[in-house]
C-alpha cells in the first residue's frame, strides 16, 4: 500500500506551548487528508477533513482555532496544538487518500502535555 | 452521524482456530468497508477492503459483506499469535470520511 510518513512519533510538551504534527504521503498526492485522534481503549475519533488548498472542515466539537491544520500542497499536511493542556494529551494520527476509496494511515503521534 | 457497531468483545481463541468478527453498520449509501488492525500503541493497518455483496479472500483473511443486512464480517482462519490485536470495522461515506467502530480485541492463544 501506499506510505503516509507522520512525524514526530512522540512529543512531550509544557502546557500552554504549541505543538506542530506532520502528515506527509511519500508516494501518492494525498488530495484528501483526515485527523483523527484515540483515547486509549478508544476508537478513533475523527477530527477534521483537509483538501489541499482549502480550509479544513472540523467535526462538532471539535475547536478549530486550538487545532490548526494546514494542507498546503498535495503531500503534506500539518496539526498544530495550540496552547496545549493535559487533556490534549492524545494518540493523533492522520491518514491520506490520493481520491481512491482506500485511505492509508500514518504511524500517529502520542502527544503527552505535562 | 453514520453508526457502525462491532461485537464488543474480547475474543479469545486457540491458536489455529477460526476468528470472527461482525460489524454493522447504519448508512444505507455506504459503498466501501475497511477492516483495519490496530496493534497497541500503533496506527491503523489496513488488512482488508470490501466493495460488493459476497465474499473476499485475502490468504486467511475473508471478508464477507451483505449491504441488504448492512452487515459486514472478518473472519481468520487458522489464527496465529500474531494476529492477537483490536480489529476496526470502518464504513466510508461519499464524502470519503471513514467512520469506525469501537474495534474488537483478539486475543490468540498459544
Known amino acids: 500500500g501506499a506510505v503516509v510518513s507522520q512525524h514526530p512519533s512522540r512529543v512531550i510538551c509544557k502546557s500552554g506551548t504549541s505543538v506542530k504534527i506532520e502528515c506527509r504521503s511519500l508516494?501518492?498526492?494525498?488530495?484528501?487528508m483526515f485527523w483523527y485522534r484515540q483515547f486509549p481503549k478508544k476508537s478513533l475519533m475523527l477530527m477534521a477533513t483537509?483538501?489541499?488548498?482549502?480550509?479544513?472542515?472540523?467535526e462538532q466539537g471539535v475547536e478549530k482555532d486550538k487545532f490548526l491544520i494546514n494542507h498546503a500542497s498535495l503531500t503534506l499536511s500539518t496539526l498544530t496544538v495550540t496552547s496545549a493542556h493535559p487533556e490534549d494529551s492524545s494518540f493523533y494520527i492522520c491518514?491520506?487518500?490520493?481520491?481512491?476509496?482506500?485511505?492509508?494511515f500514518g504511524q500517529g503521534t502520542r502527544l503527552t502535555v505535562v | 452521524q453514520k453508526e457502525v457497531e462491532q461485537n464488543s468483545g474480547p475474543l479469545s481463541v486457540p491458536e489455529g482456530a477460526i476468528a470472527s468478527l461482525n460489524c454493522t453498520y447504519s448508512?444505507?449509501?455506504?459503498?466501501?468497508f475497511f477492516w483495519y488492525r490496530q496493534y497497541s500503541g500503533k496506527s491503523p493497518e489496513l488488512i482488508m477492503s470490501?466493495?460488493?455483496?459476497g465474499d473476499k479472500e485475502d490468504g486467511r483473511f475473508t471478508a464477507q459483506l451483505n449491504k441488504a443486512s448492512q452487515y459486514v464480517s472478518l473472519l481468520i482462519r487458522d489464527s496465529q499469535p500474531s494476529d492477537s490485536a483490536t480489529y476496526l470495522c470502518?464504513?466510508?461515506?461519499?464524502?470519503?470520511?471513514?467512520?469506525f467502530g469501537a474495534g474488537t480485541t483478539v486475543t490468540v492463544r498459544a
Open positions: 448508512d444505507r449509501v455506504s459503498q466501501s
Open positions: 470502518a464504513v466510508m461515506g461519499n464524502d470519503y470520511k471513514l467512520s
Open positions: 483537509s483538501n489541499e488548498g482549502s480550509k479544513a472542515t472540523y
Open positions: 491518514s491520506a487518500t490520493g481520491g481512491d476509496t482506500e485511505a492509508f
Open positions: 508516494d501518492f498526492q494525498a488530495t484528501t
Open positions: 470490501i466493495y460488493s455483496n
